[in-house]
C-alpha cells in the first residue's frame, strides 16, 4: 500500500511539471513513440512476410513419387502454370486419394467437373473475354478459393477436379502427403529475421540517442526538482525511484501514442492499391506476444535504463553529485569496428557457407557482426571528436575557435553521438536492403521449385481439358 | 508533536564539538563548537564566508565535518546511516532556505504535503493539514499555485509551512528572508518565528542582517570559522 501511495507520488511529480518538462516530456514521449509505432511496423511487415511465406510453403509443401510407388491418404496436384492478358494464371488439377489433406482455402479437394477459383480468377472469367479463359478453367465453380490458399489477395489462382486423364498418371503430380507447417518448419528462410532485427536496431538507434538528448534538456530544473525532494526527506533510493518512474510513466504514455499511430498508419496503409494487392489485411497485423512484448518491454526497459543511469547520480539535498570516472579514450574502437565490417564482410562473401550452418549460427554471426559494428562506430565517435579537439584547441587561431574545440574535447560525446547515430543509421540500412534482396531471392527460387516438373512436362499453353 | 511535548527539553538538543570543514584550501569551520538547547531560536550571525551555511549544513548532517562531531539528541550525526539521516530530516528537522528549497514542479500544497505522504501519510491527511498550515501563514489562496506563480514571499511563506508541517524538533533556516524585501521579511520571520514558538520548535537562524537575527533568542557571531563572541542570552 505504502509502494503504491509512493508510485502515485512518483506519478504525480513526474505529470506535473512547468513547460520546459512538459515539452522534455512530450518529446521523450514522442521519441518513444516513433519508436514503438516502427517497431510495431517492422513486426507487421515481418508478420506479413512469415504470413505469406507460410501460405507458399503449405502450398508447395509436396513430395514426388517414384516410378512404381502407389499413393496412399494423399491429395495428387497437377500444378498448371499460364498466362491470360498478360497476367500469370495458376490452375490446379487436384485429386484425394484416402483421407489426403485438403488444400488451404478449400472447403473440400474439387471432384471432375468442379472449380474453386480466387476472387481475382473469377473476375476475369465474368471479364470481357472471360469466355476465353473459361476454356481452361471445366466444369462449374462451387465456391470461392480462400484467402489461406492465396499468395496475395490478386492472384489468379483455382483448383480443378483432376480428370480422368490425369488420375491416370499419379507420377506426374505433386503428392501432398501432409498439410501442417510442422512439415515445413525449419525451411524458413532466416533472412527476415534477419532484416527484422536490423529493422529493429536500425529504428531503436536513432530514437535512443534522441531520447538520450531529449533528457538532456531541462536537466538543470529536473536536478534542482530532485534535490529539493531530497531535502524534503525522500532517501537516495527514493528519488532514484522516482525518477525511474518518471521515464516509466513517459514510455507508457509513448507506447500509447506509438500503437494508436501504428494502428493508424496500418489502416491507412491497407487502403494503398499497392498494399491491398499485395497482402491480406490479417497479414499486416502483430501478434498478441509482440504486442505485449513491446508495450511491457518498453517502459520496464526505460524503468531499467533510468534505474542503471541514476546509479552515477548522488542525490544530496544541495543538489546532484555524479561519480564520474575518467574516461580513457582509446585508439581501440576503431578496430572494433574494422571487426565488425570484416565479420559482416566475411558473412556476406561466403553467404551461401554461413546460411547453410544450423539455425542459430547465421544469425549470429550477422548480429554479433553488427553489434561489433555498433559498439565500434559509438565508441570511435567520441575518439575522433576529442581528438579533433585537442588537434584545433592547440593550433586555435582565435578564441572562439579555442572555446569550440576545449568544448568539444572536454565532451566529445554529445557531438559525436550525432555523428555516430547516422553512421550506425546508414550501416544498419545497407545492411537491411541486402537482407531485403535476399529475402525477395529466397521468395522468388521458392515459387520455381514448385513448379519446376510442370515446366519441363507440359506446355505452357496447354489446357486442362475435361472428362 | 505539541508544543508541550517541547516544553520539557532542557538540555542541550545539538551540539556540534571541535567541528571543522575544509572545502578545498578554504577552511571553512575552524574547529567551532556550539551547543543549541531544545526551543530557542538561535541566531548564526557573520560576514560573508564567515561559515554560517556551512555550519548549518553540519549541524542538520546534510553535510560531514572533516573533524569534530556534531550530536543531536545525544546521537552523533556521522555515526547515522544515510537512511537514518534521512529519516531524521524529514521527520524531526525543518528546512527553509533563501530559494530552492520548493520542487518547482509542484503546487504549494504539494510542496507542503511531500515530506508527510514521504513519510507514508495519505494524501488526503497529508494535504488536509498541509492546508490548514497555508491557511495558518496566510497563504491559502495559493495552495493550488506552483513556485513559478508565486511571488518570493508566498513563496518562503509556503516553505515556511512546509519546514513546519511535519512538526519537527528543530528548523533550520539559512537567510530565510534572502530574497525579500523589507516588509515580507519581517512578516515571513514573525510567522516562522511564532510558528516555532507555538510548537515548541528550535530555530537555528542563519543570517547577516541584523533585524533578522533579532528575533532569535541568542545570537552566534561566526568570524573566519569560529565563534566570535561568547552567545549573549537576549
Known amino acids: 500500500m505504502k509502494a503504491l501511495r509512493f508510485a502515485g507520488l512518483g506519478i504525480k511529480v513526474a505529470a506535473s511539471g512547468g513547460r520546459a518538462s512538459v515539452a522534455r516530456l512530450a518529446l521523450m514521449a514522442g521519441g518513444i513513440g516513433a519508436g514503438v509505432a516502427l517497431l510495431l511496423g517492422a513486426a507487421a511487415v515481418g508478420h506479413a512476410i512469415q504470413a505469406r511465406r507460410d501460405r507458399e510453403l503449405a502450398r508447395v509443401a509436396n513430395t514426388y513419387l517414384g516410378p512404381h510407388q502407389r499413393p496412399t491418404d494423399a491429395t495428387l496436384e497437377w500444378p498448371l502454370a499460364s498466362e491470360f492478358e498478360g497476367r500469370d494464371v495458376l490452375l490446379i488439377a487436384a485429386q484425394r486419394i484416402g483421407r489426403g489433406p485438403i488444400p488451404p482455402g478449400l472447403p473440400r479437394v474439387p471432384s471432375p467437373g468442379e472449380a474453386f477459383v480466387s476472387p481475382a480468377l473469377r473476375a476475369m472469367l465474368e471479364g470481357r473475354d472471360g469466355s476465353l479463359l473459361a476454356a481452361r478453367v471445366p466444369g462449374r465453380i462451387s465456391g470461392p478459393l480462400g484467402p489461406a490458399g492465396l499468395l496475395a489477395p490478386v492472384e489468379v489462382v483455382g483448383y480443378v477436379g483432376a480428370p480422368a486423364w490425369l488420375r491416370g498418371n499419379p507420377t506426374d503430380a505433386v503428392v501432398i502427403a501432409a498439410r501442417p507447417r510442422d512439415v515445413v518448419s525449419g525451411q524458413v528462410s532466416a533472412a527476415p529475421l534477419v532484416m527484422l532485427s536490423v529493422a529493429a536496431l536500425a529504428i531503436l538507434f536513432p530514437i535512443a540517442l534522441f531520447v538520450l538528448t531529449a533528457t538532456r534538456l531541462s536537466a538543470a530544473t529536473r536536478e534542482t526538482r530532485l534535490a529539493a525532494i531530497r531535502l524534503a526527506g525522500a532517501t537516495g533510493a527514493q528519488v532514484r525511484a522516482l525518477a525511474a518512474i518518471e521515464t516509466a510513466l513517459v514510455a507508457v504514455l509513448g507506447c500509447v501514442v506509438g500503437g494508436t499511430v501504428f494502428l493508424l498508419a496500418r489502416r491507412g496503409a491497407a487502403g494503398l492499391p499497392a498494399v491491398r494487392s499485395r497482402w491480406f489485411p490479417s497479414d499486416l497485423s502483430v501478434p498478441p506476444l509482440v504486442w505485449a512484448a513491446v508495450l511491457v518491454g518498453v517502459p520496464v526497459f526505460a524503468f531499467a535504463v533510468s534505474s542503471l543511469g541514476m546509479r552515477r547520480l548522488v542525490v544530496t539535498p544541495l543538489g546532484i553529485v555524479r561519480r564520474a570516472r575518467r574516461r580513457r579514450r582509446g585508439a581501440h574502437w576503431p578496430a572494433v569496428a574494422g571487426l565488425g565490417f570484416l565479420v559482416l564482410g566475411i558473412a556476406a562473401a561466403w553467404r551461401d557457407h554461413v546460411t547453410a550452418m544450423a539455425s542459430p549460427l547465421p544469425g549470429v554471426i550477422v548480429l554479433g557482426g553488427l553489434g561489433l559494428v555498433l559498439v565500434g562506430l559509438a565508441g570511435t565517435a567520441p575518439w575522433l571528436g576529442w581528438q579533433a579537439g585537442r588537434m584545433v584547441a592547440s593550433r586555435a587561431p582565435s578564441p572562439s575557435t579555442l572555446l569550440g574545440a576545449r568544448r568539444l574535447e572536454a565532451d566529445p560525446t554529445s557531438t559525436g553521438r550525432v555523428v555516430m547515430g547516422i553512421a550506425v543509421l546508414v550501416v544498419l540500412l545497407g545492411v537491411g536492403q541486402a537482407a531485403v534482396l535476399a529475402d525477395a531471392r529466397d521468395s522468388a527460387g521458392l515459387g520455381e521449385g514448385y513448379l519446376a516438373p510442370w515446366v519441363s512436362h507440359l506446355p505452357a499453353t496447354a489446357i486442362i481439358a475435361s472428362d | ?234
Open chain 2, 1 to 234: 508533536m505539541t508544543g508541550s511535548r517541547r516544553q520539557g527539553v532542557q538540555g542541550p538538543l545539538l551540539v556540534a564539538e571541535g567541528v571543522a570543514k575544509r572545502f578545498g584550501p578554504t577552511v571553512a569551520l575552524d574547529g567551532l563548537s556550539i551547543e543549541i538547547r531544545g526551543g530557542e531560536v538561535v541566531a548564526v550571525v557573520g560576514p560573508s564566508g564567515s561559515g554560517k551555511s556551512t555550519l548549518l549544513l553540519c549541524l542538520a548532517g546534510i553535510i560531514g565535518p572533516d573533524e569534530g562531531e556534531v550530536r543531536y539528541r545525544g546521537r552523533a550525526l556521522g555515526s547515522l546511516s544515510d537512511t537514518v539521516l534521512t529519516r531524521l530530516r524529514r521527520d524531526e528537522f525543518g528546512f527553509v532556505f533563501q530559494f530552492g528549497q520548493l520542487v518547482p514542479d509542484l503546487t504549494a500544497v504539494e510542496n507542503v504535503s511531500l515530506p508527510l505522504r514521504l513519510a507514508g501519510l495519505r494524501r488526503r491527511d497529508a494535504e488536509a493539514r498541509s492546508r490548514a498550515w497555508l491557511e495558518r501563514l496566510d497563504v491559502a489562496a495559493q495552495a493550488g499555485k506552483r513556485v513559478g506563480e508565486m511571488s518570493g514571499g508566498e513563496n518562503q511563506r509556503v516553505a515556511v509551512a512546509r519546514a513546519l508541517a511535519t512538526g519537527p524538533r528543530v528548523v533550520f533556516a539559512d537567510e530565510p528572508t534572502g530574497s525579500l524585501d523589507s516588509l515580507n521579511g519581517e512578516v515571513v520571520m514573525e510567522l516562522l518565528v511564532s510558528a516555532a514558538r507555538d510548537q515548541g520548535t528550535t530555530v537555528v537562524l542563519v543570517t547577516h542582517e541584523a533585524r533578522v537575527a533579532a528575533y532569535g533568542d541568542r545570537e552566534v557571531v561566526l568570524r573566519d570559522g569560529r565563534v566570535a563572541e561568547i552567545p549573549v542570552l537576549r
